[in-house]
Every structure is written in structure tokens, then in C-alpha cells.
């Protein structure tokens, strides 16, 4: 089955420096990836839909300087925290969109990677 | 805005018990409804899903039918065994070629014992 695979599980960090967080779609093409943020006991808030090529489009309330997106191929995207705060901990995971039509509807997700700002 | 609201856990059930997680959903077009799966350590992964009102959508045992008229995607299986163990999710788009995010609910955390 289609495999996402999203690196580092588990990054502590120190306040003030920048955490890089990748997701690859390891054995299909992704037009689109998708990140999410989960806090605890909350449900996965997505935060920035992000096409091949192009830049992400942000969900409002979302800051686009501190979250930088990048999707430079067809596998892989990845997530900037900038200047990262305590209050950026969380858990980030990420989905990809198969390119193949008849499966254009389902998001293959990432493990997902636990932020955790000192 | 659309929203997902799905019965809070833990959820405790002996092995071969039936077992039902409630799913409701606002939306304001016809979504595409979902139940993902999360085991631990695991990425979510796909359950099953339903495009249009009155499919029904099953894998594993599991099955959930989209109820326009109630707006619910309710999820069940007649006999869960310990492997089930896990965080379900329900959730829904918009996009009918999956161009959009998905909106989830908060999930549910289904415990079954021996």
C-alpha cells in the first residue's frame, strides 16, 4: 500500500531556532501533501495544503512566515518552524494525495512528528 | 464552517462485544465521509469511506453508512477482538477530487480487553 514517511518522529529544540520536518511519499506520486497540527485531545487541524511546485495556501489564522512549506518534487514536501516558541509544541503530521485517479479521493498519512520547544 | 463531532473515549469493551463510535457532521456542500484508523506508533490509515448519501462504506468488520438525513456516519462492528485497539477518527471533505484538507473529528479511543 501507499507508504508516507515522516522525518524526525521526535525533535526537541531550543526556543529561538528553526526545526525542519520532512514527509515523502516513499512508492507513489503526490500532487498534493497536507500538514496538520494536533494538540492533545484536540482533533488534526490542518494547517497548509501544499501542490507540487507552487505555493502552499495557508488555513486562515495559520502564519505563513512561521510555517514555512516547501514541495519541491512530486515526493516530497516539508515544514520550516521558524523561530520556533514553546507554544509551537505539538504534534505535526502530514498526508499525501495520490496522483492515481482512482485514488485521488484518500490521504496516505505520516506518523507524524512531536515538537517539543524548550 | 464544516465540523466533525464524534463520541469522546475512552471507550472500554470485552472482546467480541458490539460496538458503535457516533459520528455527526455539519457541512455545507456534500462531503466525502471517512473513518481513519490510528494505531500506536502508527500514521492514520484509511478505514473506510462513503461519497454520497446512502453508501456504505466496510472493511475489516467495520462498516458505516452515510446518513444524509441525520447527517451521521456512525461507526460499527459486530465483534471487535483486541487487535481494534486504537484511535478512530472521523472525517469529512469537501473536495470531490480530494483537493481539499480533510476536516476531522476529535478522535476516539476504542480499549478492548481480553
Known amino acids: 500500500g501507499a507508504v508516507v514517511s515522516q522525518h524526525p518522529s521526535w525533535v526537541i529544540c531550543k526556543s529561538g531556532t528553526s526545526v525542519k520536518i520532512e514527509c515523502r511519499s516513499l512508492?507513489?506520486?503526490?500532487?498534493?501533501m497536507f500538514w496538520y497540527r494536533q494538540f492533545p485531545k484536540q482533533s488534526l487541524m490542518l494547517m497548509a495544503t501544499?501542490?507540487?511546485?507552487?505555493?502552499?495556501?495557508?488555513e486562515q489564522g495559520v502564519e505563513k512566515d512561521k510555517f514555512l512549506i516547501n514541495h519541491a518534487s512530486l515526493t516530497l514536501s516539508t515544514l520550516t518552524v521558524t523561530s520556533a516558541h514553546p507554544e509551537d509544541s505539538s504534534f505535526y503530521i502530514c498526508?499525501?494525495?495520490?496522483?492515481?485517479?482512482?485514488?485521488?479521493?484518500?490521504?496516505?498519512f505520516g506518523a507524524g512528528t512531536r515538537l517539543s520547544v524548550l | 464552517g464544516d465540523s466533525v463531532t464524534q463520541m469522546e473515549g475512552p471507550v472500554t469493551l470485552s472482546e467480541e462485544a458490539f460496538l458503535t463510535i457516533n459520528c455527526t457532521y455539519t457541512?455545507?456542500?456534500?462531503?466525502?465521509l471517512f473513518w481513519y484508523v490510528q494505531y500506536p506508533g502508527e500514521g492514520l490509515q484509511l478505514l473506510l469511506k462513503?461519497?454520497?448519501?446512502?453508501d456504505k462504506g466496510s472493511n475489516k468488520g467495520f462498516e458505516a453508512t452515510y446518513r444524509k438525513e441525520t447527517t451521521s456516519f456512525h461507526l460499527e462492528k459486530g465483534s471487535v477482538q483486541v487487535s481494534d485497539s486504537a484511535v478512530y477518527f472521523c472525517?469529512?471533505?469537501?473536495?470531490?477530487?480530494?483537493?481539499?484538507?480533510?476536516?476531522f473529528g476529535k478522535g476516539t479511543h476504542l480499549i478492548i480487553q481480553p
Open positions: 498526508s499525501a494525495r495520490a496522483r492515481i485517479y482512482s485514488a485521488k479521493n484518500i490521504q496516505y
Open positions: 501544499s501542490n507540487e511546485g507552487s505555493k502552499a495556501t495557508y
Open positions: 512508492d507513489f506520486q503526490a500532487t498534493t
Open positions: 462513503a461519497t454520497k448519501a446512502d
Open positions: 472525517a469529512l471533505n469537501l473536495g470531490g477530487g480530494g483537493a481539499d484538507g480533510l476536516t
Open positions: 457541512a455545507t456542500g456534500y462531503p466525502s
